[in-house]
């Protein structure tokens, strides 16, 4: 069984905790860097990017991150986590900066502002998700070797990149775990 680490500095913590859980892995907060190294791989959960960002810094976390998942450590982000993921970001604050690791282009809070927050089903590699979507970002481009694996009404929402994964939607806010389940999968094959 994967140990899989969810970053406990902000955000939807317990929900990918719950969701890993019910997709077969020992879900585990990780936020210093030992913890971090222990694990098979990591979620970025969902909350605020900036927020995000600064805690990471403050936390001496960014450039162990950043090591880590150029070294091939599995990482899935959603919604915030997707932006900390991109290697390049439009209508970032200023000077925000990324982990990176995903060659796309992340729009922040391109869905609109909080009261823009909605629920409706995507379509993912195919097949209806039920997708819930706060506050999100959507990727506005791809390189060659990013996946894409949901869209909503034309509009990049999920993407794989190798052994990363991102979604703009927040999938531990639902009880279908197709996306935790992936995840899961992803990190037993680097195993």
Do not use: Y
């Not at 997707?82 to 990176?100: F, P």
């Not at 209806?128 to 481009?141: L, M």
């Not at 990149?161 to 094959?189: N, Y």
């Amino acid at each position: 069984m994967p140990v899989i680490g969810v970053l406990a500095l902000q955000g939807d913590v317990r929900e990918h905790l719950r969701a890993l859980g019910g997709a077969g892995a020992r879900a585990v907060p990780v936020r210093r860097p030992a913890e971090i190294e222990a694990v098979d791989g990591l979620v970025i959960p969902g909350g605020e990017s900036t927020t995000l960002w600064r805690l990471a810094m403050a936390f001496d976390l960014l450039e162990p991150l950043r090591k880590l998942i150029g070294g091939g450590m599995p990482a899935f982000g959603s919604c915030a986590g997707m932006i900390m993921l991109a290697d390049r970001l439009v209508d970032g604050v200023r000077g925000q900066q990324t982990l990176g690791g995903i060659d796309m282009t992340v729009r922040r809070n391109a869905f609109g502002r909080q009261v823009d927050s909605f629920e409706r089903n995507i379509e993912l590699s195919g097949e209806p998700f039920h997708a819930v979507f706060i506050r999100a970002p959507w990727v506005e481009q791809v390189g060659p070797d990013v996946s894409v694996l949901g869209t909503d009404a034309g509009r990049i929402v999920a993407v794989r990149q190798g052994v990363l994964l991102a979604t703009a939607f927040h999938p531990e806010l639902t009880p279908d775990r197709r996306i935790h389940e992936l995840f899961v999968s992803m990190v037993k094959g680097t195993s």
